[in-house]
Nanobody, 118 residues
Framework: QVQFVESGGGLVQPGGSLRLSCKAS????????MGWYRQAPGNQREMVAT???????DYADSVKGRFTISRDIARNTVSLQMNSLKPEDTAVYYC????????????WGQGTQVTVSS
């Protein structure tokens, strides 16, 4: 059974930083891309950043230059370094496997809450 466990969220002031981590298990993640997604209240879940097995990255325009995605293939983990946080980054953050514009797995983890507020 595929499982994602996200951690690292919290309350931070605008301009601050957080580092999120996701541990994936239940299948072979070494050959697939991994991604971070977020969902703010009242909004649909959106892609934040993705990274392929060849470490090619992609970012939503809203986070380019501020967020950095990385992964440890041997440990099946993917991380998201978030700098210069803005109130509009407030959301629950999740990880999953991107696939043809959507995600491969219907089951999501519990997510980790990021709140940016003064």
């Amino acid at each position: 059974q595929v499982q994602f466990v996200e951690s690292g969220g919290g309350l931070v002031q605008p301009g601050g930083s957080l580092r999120l981590s996701c541990k994936a298990s239940g299948t072979d993640f070494t050959i697939v891309a991994m991604g971070w997604y977020r969902q703010a209240p009242g909004n649909q879940r959106e892609m934040v950043a993705t990274i392929t097995s060849a470490f090619i990255t992609d970012y939503a325009d809203s986070v380019k230059g501020r967020f950095t995605i990385s992964r440890d293939i041997a440990r099946n983990t993917v991380s998201l370094q978030m700098n210069s946080l803005k109130p509009e980054d407030t959301a629950v953050y999740y990880c999953n496997v991107p696939y043809k514009g959507r995600v491969r797995f219907a089951s999501w983890g519990q997510g980790t809450q990021v709140t940016v507020s003064s």
